[in-house]
Antibody
Framework: EVQLVESGGGLVQPGGSLRLSCAASGFTFRSYWMTWVRQAPGKELEWVANIKDDGSNKYYVDSVKGRFTISRDNAKNLVYLQMNSLRVEDTAVYYC??????????WGQGTMVTVSS | DTQLTQSPSSLSASVGDRVSITCRASQGINIWLAWYQQKPGKAPKALINGGSSLESGVPSRFSGSGSGREFTLTISSLQPEDSATYYCQQYSSYPRTFGQGTKVEIK
């Protein structure tokens, strides 16, 4: 079964850091781009970042550039999102998704990140 | 950035009705548009890619059309399980962007 499972969410103070992980199974992970998408409570979906299959290219939405870093470990079938200098407006459910070059076909269940003092 | 504007923001229709949702892009995106369905508390589900290609397993009552700057998602005969929020998303350029969503309710 094709599956993505996120972990690492939680409550963090403004200015703090958090690392999200996404474990992939059921497909050839090293062959796919991977993406992080977030959704603030009651709001629309927002694409955050993606990473090429071999990790050589990465793209970010402007609002997280310089603060978030996407990475992957193809040996462990994991993709990460390192989030530093967190802001209240980063509060959201964070989803990882398989980027099939035709949209995001496989999604995880999401992990909640709350930034609050 | 390519902005996507969906209309309407919400709609209410009866079972069996034909409903359409429009997604307009601020610049041409060829056919590089996907549609997703999201139910409360759940991850989005891919419905359509390439503007009009149905994802595997998606009921045939869903269809997509359009290219360039204007796209449409149509549900030919609305079913109770179609109550959800629908999003368009472009993958023509970075940053990838989503529309603001259209909430579909069943009367």
């Amino acid at each position: 079964e094709v599956q993505l499972v996120e972990s690492g969410g939680g409550l963090v103070q403004p200015g703090g850091s958090l690392r999200l992980s996404c474990a992939a199974s059921g497909f050839t992970f090293r062959s796919y781009w991977m993406t992080w998408v977030r959704q603030a409570p009651g709001k629309e979906l927002e694409w955050v970042a993606n990473i090429k299959d071999d990790g050589s290219n990465k793209y970010y939405v402007d609002s997280v550039k310089g603060r978030f870093t996407i990475s992957r470990d193809n040996a462990k079938n994991l993709v990460y999102l390192q989030m530093n200098s967190l802001r209240v407006e980063d509060t959201a459910v964070y989803y990882c998704a398989r980027d099939d070059s035709r949209g995001f076909v496989v999604w995880g269940q999401g992990t909640m990140v709350t930034v609050s003092s | 950035d390519t902005q996507l504007t969906q209309s309407p923001s919400s709609l209410s229709a009866s079972v069996g009705d034909r409903v359409s949702i429009t997604c307009r892009a601020s610049q041409g995106i060829n056919i590089w548009l996907a549609w997703y369905q999201q139910k409360p508390g759940k991850a989005p589900k891919a419905l359509i890619n390439g503007g009009s290609s149905l994802e595997s397993g998606v009921p045939s009552r869903f269809s997509g059309s359009g290219s360039g700057r204007e796209f449409t998602l149509t549900i030919s005969s609305l079913q109770p399980e179609d109550s959800a929020t629908y999003y368009c998303q472009q993958y023509s350029s970075y940053p990838r962007t989503f529309g603001q969503g259209t909430k579909v309710e069943i009367k």
